[in-house]
């Protein structure tokens, strides 16, 4: 018999497969390290927020040795340019290529709609950082979970804190002109209309406006405050054109979660000062993980953490916790969705559990922006505690209104 | 009554701002037949440059000649080393000037970063002007000024110099601009350079209106593309009427019907391109 090519083929293929079957799958899954992605964004115009994301995430990494529960941790980062079907793209090549066990992402709302089924035909564990309400109220993914806030968590709080503490009667809402913009505002106007105060106009601007100078001539004067739904730097540079028109002192400006975040503040000037926002977090929270979190941060780059250097530092800390509880091991996906959505957990943001949505239930801080060494920081002067996406309302009856949008809840005190 | 006069004044200066970017947009588009896609991306640079001169000269106006120098001259070398290459493939020329565009917005982001950066406004022109409890920003009404400015300088260089008749010239007939002797490819440089200087400086003034952000390539394009195909290629009369027109109705339109406002920028576009193809003032056919 001579050995042919056809027969070489044969052979080589059965050994192939045969030493591919034959190897132990599973004792090699649960020996090696974890492999751990983030979907994040390098490029374009939220690769600012998306680099902190990173950053962040490298740096717990590191003050841990690239250890969790005792497994070594590889990370693998994928680069999404905050477009949703690259974003596709790219989970399926950190997926299918990388083999990584969870992700941690996508940074936007449009990248993890776009990821959504996939997630769930891979059975993905996913920890979150975009804030897309349905994800985790009326369509919850089942391997979605979500450490940070959902776009009206944070706005809601402060609706409250407006009508409340400020006192405010009526306000204007103003915000990017997408899903996550309305989702805010509507949030933010609920409360505050619930307690008392009109929302007297609402004002939604197209994401790449070149120039926000129209619709501040609109803006009503005869109001108490405006709130910014805006973000990346759009907020920043409708203030400082607000402030061009010389508004600043006449009309009070509150901000949502992302509007003057520690990365926007530290491009700015003292005409920032005293403005109130939300949010989940602020590099000035004085606990011990978020002291040790922030001073390592400024020392390796020079500035504050914000909101997504935050996110996935959090994360990283619900993942850690998770692990330890299951002992390392990652591989039983179902297990690990048990107790991930049961876990309570101490991290930079405060406490943090989760409801069973799989959304995160924790502290909302309400920030005033002051000076200090130097530099413009958001104090924190007044904490919610233990705030989840459906505010104070019951869940069940939350649910079965329609989602909050550009249109619900309906806005009754307009004024033309 | 006050809101409309505000209106109006937002609209003149969006309008003026528009123009610094469209002018050179649409003489380049005129006279090498190509939509050079890199002018976002030159405003942009243009921006980011201004921002890094300003640290060293804290003058706007020198800021903005030295920034205009320096796109300028990277204008210049594009067209040189990159479009001549190409010439007389103008889809290919196209293609590239997309793919500079986007190697530029990522070395913006390597070199400065993904956060936006504010151009501070000149002292004396912070303060907004008060009329008759009217009160505007001053220093747009500056670059409403600046752009009435430039146009007048462009009109006389155009009409006046023997320069711009070698472009009027080949603006309209290329092959005869050819043939009678005039060195078609050197005006090439020169209207490249002076086109990229344009939207380089115009980023400058613009900075302290938009900032320097990564996007802002992508913000300013699609508007120089609105403002020269509604004006007309190769005209500047097409590009100044054209950028106070859309001015106008983004600002108008905006206000009226803030739920439409895409539809209302690129809808007279539409209009224009399915009616009148060369455009208000233009004498080719897009």
Redesign the interface.
Known sequence: MTFNRRRFIQAAGAGMSASALGFPAVVRAQSGPMRLGLMTVK?????????DMERALVQYLKERNSTMAGRKVELFVGDSGGVPAQSRTKLQELVERDKIQIMIGPLDTASALASDDYIRQQQLLTLSVAAAEDMTQRKPNPWFTRGTSTSSQCAMPLADYCAKTLKYKRMITIAD?IAYGHEMCAGFQRVFEDAGGKIVQK????L????Y???I??LKSNVDGIFLGFAG?NG??FF??FN???LRGKIAVVGGMTAFDE??L????DEALGIVTSCWYSAEIENAINKRFAANFRVDWGYDPGFYAAATYVEAAVLDATLEKLKGKIEDKEAFMKTVRAIKVDTARGPVQFDKYGNVVGSIYIRKVERKDGRLVNRVIHTYPNVSQFWTYKPEEFLKDPVYSRDWPPAKNLEL | MQYWIIQTLNSLALGGLLFLLAAGFSLIFGLMRIANLTHGSLYMLGAYVGVTVLKFVPNLWLAALIGGAVIAVFGGLIERFILRALAGNALGQVLVTLGISFIVADFCLIVWGGDPIPVQTPLALRLPLRVGGVAFPTYRLVVLGIAVVTAIALYLLMERTRIGAMIRAGVDDMQMARAVGIPVSKLFTTVFCLGAGLAGAGGIIGGPIMSAYPGLDADMLPLALIVVMLGGVGSLLGAFVGSFLIGAIYTFGTALLPDLAYVILFLPMIVVIAFRPRGLFGRQTV
């Open positions: 490029t374009g115009p939220l690769a600012s927020g998306g680099i002109d004002l939604f601007s197209p790449t406006v070149p120039d100078g129209t619709y001539a609109q730097s920043f540079r400082r054109q061009e028109y010389g990365a926007v530290r491009n700015m000037g």
